[in-house]
């Protein structure tokens, strides 16, 4: 028989060559949660629709890594980009491993900015986005009213503010979905721990999973107010944009006759009334 001291040597040292330690909680959440294919995609799309032009100047609003910033400006030579986060260790990785890959001319058409995006000042820029719902970290009308006023006073004259926001009926439950990463050696864990009805406050985490059975727990933690399209519209013109347009994702049956499910098209159509689900997201864009 072992001695316990030598067990619990071993099992230390499984732990240190563990998956879950030695990943980087930037590229998992990278992998598993952005698609700057498909947003550039969509923000590209609506502004031609509402505006009948290309956007070129860019903005992204707790912008984390500057993935989205990055991917912007190496579509198009003529764009430019500025990414605004409070957490200059994040920003930093991101120069390092986001910008900077990207090559001279496109480093030079990006502004990385250290700050609060309540205070800010930018050039007039065509779109401003704040997606990950990452402006539910404001909790009180008046603080995300400033913010949409402040982001009204950066945008040129055919500027447009774009948001996501998420919802539905399962929104409010403390649930854990797993949901596994196509073509990875892990597992993205959503994780809403606490929900106040009072004050409609949540608490959600991002945990990782991997195949050696390693776990990243509180990879990301975010403590929000759960928003609702009603109240960001009605904020939205309070503080002075003149229309503001809802997108809601079309589905489609998934051609599984022992089912009911329906899956989302990647299509996303204006409206102004839907049917509710368990759980949706969905996008708001803002006219100057």
């Given at each position: 028989?072992?001695?316990?001291?030598?067990?619990?040597?071993?099992?230390?040292?499984?732990?240190?060559?563990?998956?879950?330690?030695?990943?980087?909680?930037?590229?998992?959440?990278?992998?598993?949660?952005?698609?700057?294919?498909?947003?550039?995609?969509?923000?590209?799309?609506?502004?031609?629709?509402?505006?009948?032009?290309d956007p070129l100047s860019f903005r992204e609003d707790f912008c984390g890594t500057a993935l989205l910033s990055t991917a912007w400006c190496m579509g198009d030579d003529r764009r430019t980009a500025q990414g605004v986060d409070l957490c200059e260790d994040t920003l930093a990785w991101g120069r390092e491993h986001n910008v900077k890959p990207a090559g001279s001319d496109v480093t030079s058409r990006i502004e990385l900015v250290n700050g609060n995006v309540l205070a800010v000042k930018q050039p007039g820029v065509d779109i401003t986005c704040a997606f990950n719902f990452s402006y539910s970290v404001f909790k009180t009308r008046d603080i995300l009213r400033q913010y949409f006023e402040a982001v009204r006073k950066g945008l040129n004259k055919d500027g447009i503010l774009m948001l996501d926001i998420f919802g539905g009926t399962e929104a409010i439950d403390c649930v854990e979905e797993d949901r596994e990463v196509e073509g990875e050696d892990f597992e993205?864990?959503?994780?809403?721990?606490?929900?106040?009805?009072?004050?409609?406050?949540?608490?959600?985490?991002?945990?990782?999973?991997?195949?050696?059975?390693?776990?990243?727990?509180?990879?990301?933690?975010?403590?929000?107010?759960?928003?609702?399209?009603?109240?960001?519209?009605?904020?939205?013109?309070?503080?002075?944009?003149?229309?503001?347009?809802?997108?809601?994702?079309?589905?489609?049956?998934?051609?599984?006759?022992?089912?009911?499910?329906?899956?989302?098209?990647g299509n996303y159509i204006e409206v102004t009334e839907v049917e509710n689900q368990e759980s949706w997201v969905s996008y708001i864009f803002a006219e100057v």
């Open positions: 028989m072992s001695k316990p001291g030598r067990l619990k040597k071993k099992k230390q040292k499984q732990l240190e060559a563990s998956q879950a330690k030695n990943a980087d909680r930037h590229i998992l959440y990278q992998k598993s949660v952005q698609d700057t294919e498909t947003e550039i995609v969509l923000m590209l799309e609506k502004y031609r629709e509402i505006r009948g032009k993205f864990v959503w994780h809403q721990e606490k929900y106040n009805p009072v004050t409609n406050e949540i608490l959600c985490h991002i945990h990782f999973k991997f195949d050696d059975g390693s776990v990243m727990e509180n990879a990301f933690t975010y403590d929000w107010r759960l928003w609702t399209i009603a109240e960001i519209n009605e904020l939205l013109i309070e503080a002075g944009f003149s229309r503001v347009h809802v997108y809601w994702e079309e589905y489609e049956d998934d051609g599984d006759e022992d089912d009911e499910y329906m899956v989302g098209t």
